[in-house]
């Protein structure tokens, strides 16, 4: 590991955005980590975007061309267990035979505990204090990003598997709606409207 121009030993999000020339990332994590006047980002939505960067500039390196939804759809086949293992290995030699060595790009990628690493040890970033209102509008803004990466995955996956013959060729419509009931009085609301009204308003009494 080589040492930066203070003698310090400098992080692996510094190294990597070296080799794959991503420097201006370093002012677009903090950026976007402490929000900067717009929506946080979490650290793990950031060491992915920071990662599909690398496999990104990694591919175009090799003179291919890749559009970022591929580069999505690449990245998630090389890393989530769901995926099957005969389409990891498919685009795991596609992107061989284009010169990319996958065994290299995946060791470059980060976590989001070195993402946090380079934040605050190299940046001095921290977060702003927020308020009550601010931390469960975050918090509602999460749980409705996560509601819409689960309706994009099962909607390919239905894709997927409907290209393949293996369900039924039908117009698929897929709906995600996270919900919470009461367990005491039993009442059903959606997520946001639990939040925005400060929880169940119910007297605490189980239901008869």
């Known amino acids: 590991m080589a040492d930066d121009s203070s003698g310090g030993r400098r992080t ?3 190294r990597v955005m070296d080799q794959y020339g991503l420097e201006e990332w370093g ?3 903090e950026a976007e980590w402490i929000g900067d006047g717009t929506e946080r980002t979490s650290l793990r939505d950031l060491a992915t975007e920071f990662n599909q960067a690398v496999l990104r500039a990694a591919v ?10 591929d580069i999505d759809s690449l990245y998630r086949t090389l890393t989530d ?30 976590t989001h505990q070195t993402i946090y690493t380079y934040l605050t040890n190299v940046r001095d970033a921290s977060l702003p204090e927020e308020d009550s209102e601010d931390r469960i509008e975050r ?3 999460t749980v409705q990003r996560l509601a819409g990466r689960t309706q994009v995955i ?12 293996e369900i039924t060729d039908k117009d698929y419509e897929v709906f995600v709606d996270v919900r919470a009931i009461c367990g005491q009085c039993g009442a059903d609301y959606p997520i946001a409207e639990l939040l925005d009204q400060g929880g169940c308003d119910c007297d605490g009494t189980e239901p008869a």
């Open 12 to 14: 692996k999000v510094e």
């Open 27 to 29: 002012e677009r994590l």
């Open 60 to 69: 175009r390196e090799a003179g291919a061309s890749v559009l970022d939804t």
């Open 81 to 110: 267990d769901d995926v099957s293992r005969s389409d990891a290995v498919r685009k795991r030699r596609d992107l061989e035979r284009s010169g990319v060595d996958i065994d290299d790009v995946r060791s470059d990628f980060v």
């Open 139 to 141: 918090k509602k803004e």
């Open 154 to 165: 099962t909607e390919s996956t239905l894709d997927e598997l409907r290209n393949a013959d």
